[in-house]
């Protein structure tokens, strides 16, 4: 099981820290990532970092102002989210898969078993007020 937690309202500029902490299946086997999903808009994979060398993959309309870290002693990975804008407002989502996502995650199917997603956890609401 994943469980988000960290979101709330911000206005633009602030910064909030997600976390996301796993139990049960070894977390640390898994990629771990964050997708978001806004009113009438695919679910999209925006940060992610891999199971076995660490690797970080961004989404370009994060990087530069959202960091991911994983500190696998506390089954934990957060994100830290700077310089917020109206746009990123949504529900966040940590999820485990076998290989990081970056992109609109339309469905299983459609990304196919190498980048399923194999848990999702529950959502987190992140809005930012202008």
């Known amino acids: 099981q994943l469980q988000a937690s960290g979101g709330g309202l911000v206005q633009a500029g602030g910064s909030l820290r997600l976390s996301c902490v796993a139990s049960g299946d070894p977390s640390d086997d898994f990629a771990i990532g964050w997708f978001r999903q806004a009113p009438g808009k695919a679910r999209e994979g925006i940060s992610c970092i891999s199971a076995v060398d660490r690797r970080i993959y961004q989404s370009n309309s994060v990087e530069g102002r959202f960091f991911i870290s994983r500190e696998n002693d506390k089954n934990s990975v957060y994100l830290q989210m700077n310089n917020l804008k109206p746009e990123d407002t949504a529900v966040y989502y940590c999820?485990?898969?076998?290989?990081?996502?970056?992109?609109?995650?339309?469905?299983?199917?459609?990304?196919?078993?190498?980048?399923?997603?194999?848990?999702w956890g529950k959502g987190t609401q992140v809005t930012v007020s202008s």
């Open positions: 999820a485990a898969a076998g290989h990081c996502f970056i992109g609109d995650y339309r469905s299983d199917s459609a990304v196919g078993d190498y980048y399923r997603v194999h848990y």
